[in-house]
């Protein structure tokens, strides 16, 4: 099924550079990207997009990661993109992701971890509307 899925290149990806190889990675497995900007979150905006996270012990300390620095939000375009794009990044933790995965090469630690993605339809749908407007996506 043609699906289209939301992406972060997260801080300390884009501060060292990767923000190109990462993309190489999508584009090299299918997906295409539909949508890009870089931006830095707000406190606000962040709190925001990881609300299902509240109350948890990690959700702080990923909000103030999530803003120290730019980051990269895309939409990704191509068949099965929801679970495609998670089999690319592999898992949160990077010491249990597989080998070749996005995560398993960059990552610094379960929470710098080079890259989000949409987890379902739902999230997609959610996380692609926080960010852009249907206007900004070239699906033609
Ligand atoms: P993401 O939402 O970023 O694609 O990652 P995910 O689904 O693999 O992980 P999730 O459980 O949704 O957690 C969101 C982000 O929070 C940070 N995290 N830190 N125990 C920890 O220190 C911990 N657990 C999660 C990570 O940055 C994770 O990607
Ligand atoms: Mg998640």
Known sequence: ML??????IKPDAVSRNLTGQIISRFEAQGLKVVASKMLQLTQAQAEGFYAEHKGRDFYEPLVAYMISGPIVV???AGENAIALNRQIMGATNPEK???GTIRKDFA????E???HGSDSP???AREIS???SQTELCLR
Request: net charge negative.
């Open 3 to 8: 699906e289209t899925t939301f992406s972060i």
């Open 74 to 76: 895309q939409v990704l």
């Open 97 to 99: 992701a597989d080998m």
């Open 108 to 111: 610094l630690n379960m929470r």
């Open 113 to 115: 971890n080079s890259v």
């Open 122 to 124: 739902a999230s997609a």
């Open 130 to 132: 926080y960010f852009f």
